[in-house]
Nanobody
């Protein structure tokens, strides 16, 4: 089982920035996915961003495009989520998770939207208006 630890959550005002970190013990296979999920109170946990570690290909949910950036430092076994121009609707518990990439064609691998195998404990982000 992959162990993941998130950090960096905090309380900020709208328009502020945060950078979350996810340190993982290992990946099951070279080229796995690491994703960030968000769960707001009373709502379902949904994928915010993901990165395919094989080539760095990224995904963002439409609501965070242009504001959030997911990146990786493979030497440090770390994935980051830089969040800018934060909005109150960004409030929630943020989790990182790992799973296998999905083969979608020659030189094409994508990360799944759900069903991730291993999860971290979460880090809380609160954005006030």
């Amino acid at each position: 089982q992959v162990q993941l630890v998130e950090s960096g959550g905090d309380s900020v005002q709208a328009g502020g920035s945060l950078r979350l970190s996810c340190v993982y013990s290992r990946l099951a296979y070279t080229g796995d996915c690491v994703a960030w999920f968000r769960q707001a109170p009373g709502k379902e946990r949904t994928r915010v961003a993901s990165i395919y570690t094989g080539d760095g290909y990224t995904y963002y949910v439409n609501s965070v495009k242009g504001r959030f950036t997911i990146s990786q430092d493979t030497a440090k076994n770390t994935v980051y989520l830089e969040m800018n121009s934060l909005k109150p609707e960004d409030t929630g518990m943020y989790y990182c998770a790992t799973d296998r990439a999905i083969y979608s064609g020659p030189s094409r691998w994508i990360c799944p939207a759900s069903g991730y195998r291993d999860w971290g404990q979460g880090t809380q982000v609160n954005v006030s208006s």
